[in-house]
């Protein structure tokens, strides 16, 4: 997938301040909390790369959502989608659905209950604040953004 | 060694039964059959006639694979009729002069209806009730005439009248005893039987003795009895009762019963040792029999023994019946006299009427009426085979008020009269890995006869399912225990708006994509708002989700809706414009409309934007809802048309558009006969007819096409829609997920007559309820596009990238015919 990267929303500054080492953890933030609604995928580009964020509804009423965060290619085909699939759980498991041909996988660990050999890359998400943050891995060539 | 010659004389159903067990046990490995019958065309089933009135074709009807059978080596002459029998000689002579030898010969020439002989009775408008050919004329007589009177009002005369009432006639019965179906109901259970047919509309005249038909060459105006009184109409069917066609055999000096019949013994044997005769033509034990059950019993035995099981016999059948005409369930079944114990149940309330007639304690033989629970079981107890509890006067009463669900019926009672399966065999199939009702039909022949057993047999199933362990649950999926049915009535009870108040109150989990978009649908066929508002938007699958259909590369589809097919000029050229402004990929759809492919999620609001100025709006190409109401294009243009199918169509299409329901609705609006709509492949059809509209209902295109069945003749405008806001909300209330219109129709006890039941007659009360939901479809209507046009929160779900606003996924095209296409 080719795009071009314009100016992305978000305090960006903080994390170009901290000069930060090519191939270590960084936490990039990619939007607000409230931007996402319970249960319903959204989909960001974390460094060109497609990642799929959800917050999936507390069982307690007003209780804290629970975030995940997977890749956004569907496995089988490529296409950007995965953001689309409805939520669900399957016993104990947090699931996603691929909306094309309903592979269930797991949000926690990114396996697929339907078929062991697909799998969703996970990422780290982490809430700061208002915002909704998600661990990467600095890219070697950093372009950059201020 | 040469074969000998076996001749058939007809070729009804319990001659075509003769044929082909006699064909599956190998009896043609020793004998050259002939079969020689009367009517043009091959057996079919009688038993079933009247359904041609609900749609059914010959081919539906028919029972006997001629081309199978003949390459068997059975030959078959239709339309030919055997006028005498040389015993002598051997030999049997057909009306084309022919001379067919025999060394045995079956005679299986049936009844024929009895009329009155009063004068009158052969006046144009005059018919019996007993062959397709007499359906046709019947079907054809009766358009545009008003009043039909049915002679008899036995079990055939309330077929009879059924089919009248569902031509569209005032109908009419008139008997000379002083009650219907005299033969198996005593008076409180015809009394019983007599008020549901007064709801239904059919006016019953008892003790009614016709002494002439009056009329002229034009046709008849009416019966007058032998007190004068005249009841006036323009159509008679005479049902008063069939006779033995005995006279080939009368004629050839066979034994003859006094009352009709060719005497036959237990081996089937007639007075002459090479000739049998089976069927409703046979005299056996003094009794002839008129259903179709004995006289496969009668067929069975006669193979046996001709296929060299000498001890093969028959030696009388039951006479137990159940049935369900107009709607109503009825039984009778043993015997009983003046002496005898009576315990009885009768409700006039709810109609029911239950009589079990004992001696000494036990079960000897009873009717039901209006509910026919426990009916396995009280047959069983009336032929011994099944001991009478102590409590038996408990079992009388109707189901859920104390009669048990399931009594411990014994193998050998049988379950289907019509094709000799007992309950034994029934669990032995499941015990064998019978699951549904579809492979017990194929593995035991249970219910594939009149279909009557069915309710009892998927009782029995389940049953025999639960002592097997296996776990019969219906529930949607792991978070609802619960079906589709049941859900919707919680969520319509409680009156609930949202995912959080559904799943808080009756589901687990996180839900899943069975139940989320099953809620998501329910919701929204109770008018929820836009679905994408609260947490609905977090229930929708796939093509919901986006308001557009996800293709294979996940990009999108844009189908505005055109109405009836019908598009101006303007309209097509903006289309075209927008398919070039956006590069999208363009075809015509089956619905007769437009299809635009390859646009990006962030590109449907701009792309509906354009679409919505063209003065067009949301198809609904992505829900499980109405799709498209096809037309042809009707009197208004076309020389043959009779009403303006494309007005009628834009009608519905605007009046259901949007409607949800638990699988996608299609439709169609002919303008006449000739049906270029194709409405009769469609959920709902309507073809068009000089006065008014005929409606279709239960058919598809998919994977299993079926075409719909005929629901009523000649509707107004306005009857047409009150029919299909009923129709359509009872089939959301009411069918599981994914479930067809057909399917769902076929699932329902009594089928599209049970349908018209509920929708024509209101049986079930509810009527008012499914127009007022409609209603409210049709008020809160509202474009789903425009409205989120409209509402910076719901356009906020067509970013693709939410941190990127300006960035999109490219996806690859390559270029097919000119136009883009996924590579």
Same mark, same amino acid.
């Given at each position: 997938m080719s795009s071009t990267l314009s100016e992305a929303t978000g305090p960006q500054e903080s994390a170009a301040r901290s000069l930060p080492r090519p191939g270590g953890k960084r936490w990039l933030p990619v939007c607000r909390a409230d931007r996402?609604?319970?249960?319903?995928?959204?989909?960001?580009?974390?460094?060109?790369?497609?990642v799929a964020l959800f917050g999936l509804?507390?069982?307690?009423?007003?209780g804290e959502k629970q975030w995940f965060a997977v890749d956004h290619l569907d496995p089988v085909s490529g296409a950007p989608v995965i953001a689309r699939g409805l939520v669900g759980s399957c016993g104990d498991v947090s699931t996603v659905s691929s909306p094309l041909h309903k592979q269930k996988y797991c949000l926690r660990t990114g396996s697929c209950i339907d078929s062991p050999d697909l799998k969703l890359r996970t990422h780290p998400v982490r809430i700061v604040g208002d915002w909704v943050e998600i661990q990467h891995v600095q890219p070697l060539e950093t372009r950059s953004t201020h | 060694m040469a074969r000998r010659p076996l001749v058939v004389i007809g070729n009804g159903m319990v001659g075509q039964r003769f044929v082909e067990e006699f064909v599956r046990l190998g009896g043609c490995d020793a004998w050259d059959v002939t079969v020689i019958g009367e009517e043009p065309v091959a057996a079919y089933d009688r038993v079933a006639l009247s359904s041609v009135f609900d749609g059914a074709s010959l081919d539906d009807l028919n029972l006997c694979d001629a081309v199978g059978l003949e390459s068997a080596g059975v030959e078959f002459r239709f339309g030919r009729r055997v006028v005498s029998i040389d015993r002598v000689a051997k030999a049997v002579t057909v009306d084309d002069g022919d001379l067919v030898p025999y060394e045995h010969l079956v005679v299986a020439t049936g009844s024929y209806p009895f009329v009155p002989p009063v004068e009158g009775s052969t006046l144009p408008g005059c018919f019996v009730y007993r062959t397709l050919d007499d359906l046709d004329r019947i079907r054809a007589w009766a358009q545009g005439r008003k009043r039909g009177v049915v002679v008899g009002g036995g079990l055939l005369g309330l077929e009879a009248a059924n089919a009248l009432e569902n031509l569209g006639l005032e109908t009419h019965v008139v008997e000379m005893a002083d009650r219907l179906m005299p033969q198996q109901l005593d008076r409180p259970s015809s009394s019983m039987l007599g008020r549901w %047919?007064?709801?239904?509309?059919?006016?019953?005249?008892?003790?009614?003795?016709?002494?002439? %038909?009056?009329?002229?060459?034009? $046709?008849?105006?009416?019966?007058?009895?032998?007190? $004068?009184?005249?009841?006036?109409?323009?159509?008679?069917?005479?049902s008063a009762g069939i006779r033995p066609r005995h006279q080939l055999a009368e004629s050839a000096g066979l034994e003859i019963a006094p009352r009709g019949g060719i005497v036959v013994d237990d081996s089937l044997a007639t007075s002459d040792p090479a000739i049998s005769a089976i069927g409703e033509v046979a005299c056996h034990r003094g009794m002839v029999y008129g259903l179709v059950g004995p006289g496969y019993r009668m067929a069975d035995a006669l193979v046996g023994r001709l296929t060299g099981d000498a001890l093969s016999e028959f030696t009388g059948a039951s006479l137990s019946t159940k049935l369900k005409l107009f709607g109503v369930e009825m039984a009778s079944f043993g015997t009983g006299s003046e002496e005898d114990d009576l315990v009885v149940y009768s409700d006039p309330l709810s109609k029911v009427h239950r009589r079990l007639t004992l001696r000494d304690g036990a079960v000897v033989g009873g009717v039901l009426v209006g509910d026919v629970s426990g009916y396995a079981a009280f047959d069983a107890m009336a032929d011994g085979s099944m001991k009478t509890p102590s409590?038996?006067?408990?079992?009388?009463?109707?189901?859920?008020?104390?009669?048990?669900?399931?009594?411990?019926?014994?193998?050998?009672?049988? %379950?289907?009269s019509c094709n000799n399966v007992s309950h034994g065999d029934v669990r032995t199939a499941v015990a064998a890995g019978c699951r549904e009702i579809p492979s017990l039909k194929k593995d035991t022949a249970v219910g594939t006869g009149c279909g009557g057993c069915l309710p009892s047999v998927t009782k029995l199933l389940n049953a025999s399912l639960e002592t097997l362990g296996v776990e019969v649950d219906r529930s949607l999926c792991e978070h609802f225990g619960y079906t589709r049915q049941e859900l919707f009535g919680l969520i319509h009870v409680h009156g609930y708006t949202t995912w959080a108040e559904v799943l808080g109150a009756h589901g687990s989990g996180r839900g899943c994509e069975i139940c989320r978009p099953t809620v998501a649908s329910i919701l929204a066929s109770m008018s929820n708002g836009h679905v994408l508002d609260g947490d609905q938007g977090s229930l929708q699958d796939t093509n919901d989700h986006s308001l557009a259909n996800m293709q294979s590369n996940g990009t999108y589809s844009v189908v505005p809706r055109v109405p009836g097919g019908e598009i101006t000029p303007d309209q097509l050229i903006a289309m075209g414009e927008i398919a070039q402004d956006f590069d999208l990929y363009t075809k015509i759809t089956g619905g007769q409309r437009i299809d635009l492919l390859g646009a990006q999620l962030h590109e449907l609001p701009l792309i509906w934007e354009r679409v919505i100025a063209a003065g067009l709006e949301s198809g609904h190409a992505y829900g499980k809802a109405l799709r498209t109401v096809k037309s042809c294009v009707g009197s208004t243009w076309c020389r043959y048309g009779v009403q303006d199918s494309v007005e009628m169509a834009i009608r519905l299409e605007l009046r259901y558009r949007g409607l949800r329901s638990p699988h996608k609705l299609k439709s169609g609006v002919s303008g006449c006969a000739r049906e270029c709509a194709e409405a009769r492949s469609k959920d709902f059809g309507v073809i068009a007819t000089d006065s008014g509209w005929n409606l279709y209902l239960g058919g598809n295109g998919g994977r299993e096409p079926r075409h719909a069945e005929l629901f009523a003749t000649d509707l107004s405008d306005d009857e047409l829609i009150v029919y299909l806001d009923r129709y359509l909300m009872f089939y959301i209330r009411t069918a599981d997920r994914l479930e067809r219109t057909s399917t769902w129709i076929e699932g329902l006890d009594g089928g599209i007559g049970y349908l018209r039941a509920v929708i024509i007659h209101d049986s079930l009360g509810i009527c008012d309820e499914l127009e007022a939901d409609l209603a409210r479809h049709v008020e809160t209507y509202e474009c789903e596009w425009t409205a989120t046009l409209n509402a910076p929160e719901r356009l906020e779900h067509f970013v693709e990238f939410v941190n990127a606003p300006d960035v999109n996924s490219t996806p690859v095209w390559i270029r097919e015919r000119g136009q883009n296409v996924p590579a």
């Open positions: 996402v609604r319970s249960d319903r995928g959204v989909a960001l580009l974390v460094h060109d790369h497609p509804q507390s069982s307690v009423a007003g | %047919i007064d709801e239904l509309g059919v006016t019953c005249h008892f003790e009614f003795a016709t002494q002439e %038909i009056e009329g002229s060459d034009d $046709g008849v105006t009416g019966l007058r009895q032998t007190s $004068g009184e005249v009841l006036g109409c323009d159509m008679v069917v005479f409590n038996i006067a408990q079992l009388v009463l109707p189901e859920g008020l104390g009669a048990p669900d399931e009594l411990e019926i014994p193998d050998s009672a049988l %379950i289907c």
